[in-house]
């Protein structure tokens, strides 16, 4: 179970799907949640252009009162932190590390292949440092939780694996992100890349409801993300192993690869 998560955040009103997963990961969890800032102007206007947590916390029935530096509740906390270093990945970086997260969330924004070469995606950088699973939430998708009500849109999961060292990191780690959310019995979809299926345990009381196959090859991201909105999925998990080749480095690992292709929130597992 999740004890803290941060939400790594430039408060831009396009990064609302990513709040709006932070706030419910834990008011449910429950967890402390901290919020990690970039500005050039302090504190003071730290939640401006967002969804104020207290309407927000307030429509969703979670208890708490607002404070200057977050949310109080009687079982979890919100703190802002603020760095006034905007622009430098460094510190964020540093913020993440000092906040010790179980879980981190980021925003990430669509861009064109030309823009990613210009200047790296920070959101994908945050999530390629973290020690800790990432949920990385596309700023073009709706997200699996429902602003108005709280309420979670979380049916479906889609795990890719290419060995059997893939599948447990990434089926737990999807696991425990339902379990801190509270949501009943979820399908997992299983999208093996290769000839050989490997091994896939789901944990009770989900169940394992489709598996299929794409083969290797310089589009199996896209195969992927496409496997994914055909099945209109509400999340994908799957493991990175961070840049470990000049290719990972120019495109991007399979895993990013997803994310910038991907309608959905995507779970990024870190593995050695």
Do not use: N
């Not at 196959?213 to 990175?240: E, F, K, N, P, Y």
């Amino acid at each position: 179970m999740y004890r803290t998560i941060s939400l790594a955040t430039d408060l831009d009103p396009r990064s609302t799907p990513a709040w709006l997963a932070a706030w419910r990961v834990a008011s449910l969890a429950p967890a402390d949640l901290v919020v990690v800032h970039a500005t050039k102007g302090g504190a003071d206007h730290a939640w401006t252009g967002m969804p104020a947590p207290t309407d927000l916390l307030g429509r969703w029935g979670v208890p708490g009162k607002a404070e200057h530096d977050g949310w109080r509740a009687p079982d979890w906390r919100a703190e802002l932190r603020v760095s006034e270093r905007p622009g430098e990945p460094e510190a964020l970086e540093l913020a993440l590390r000092l906040a010790a997260p179980d879980l981190v969330i980021v925003g990430t924004r669509r861009r064109s292949a030309g823009s990613r070469l210009l200047q790296a995606s920070l959101g994908e950088r945050l999530a390629r440092s973290s020690a800790r699973p990432a949920l990385v939430v596309p700023d073009a998708v709706t997200g699996f939780v429902v602003r108005e009500t709280g309420a979670l849109r979380l049916r479906t999961v889609l795990v890719p694996v290419a060995s059997d060292q893939d599948a447990p990191p990434a089926v737990q780690a999807a696991a425990e992100l339902l379990s801190s959310l509270r949501a009943g019995p979820v399908a997992f979809v299983v999208v093996h890349v290769g000839e050989e299926l490997p091994e896939v345990r789901i944990p009770p009381p989900h169940t394992l409801s489709l598996t299929l196959g794409v083969s290797h090859g310089s589009s199996v991201a896209t195969r992927i993300a496409d496997a994914a909105a055909d099945l209109d999925v509400d999340l994908v998990a799957m493991v990175t192993r961070g840049h470990d080749s000049v290719g990972d480095r120019v495109l991007g690992t399979h895993t990013e690869q997803v994310v910038r292709a991907a309608r959905c929130p995507v779970l990024v597992v870190p593995v050695a």
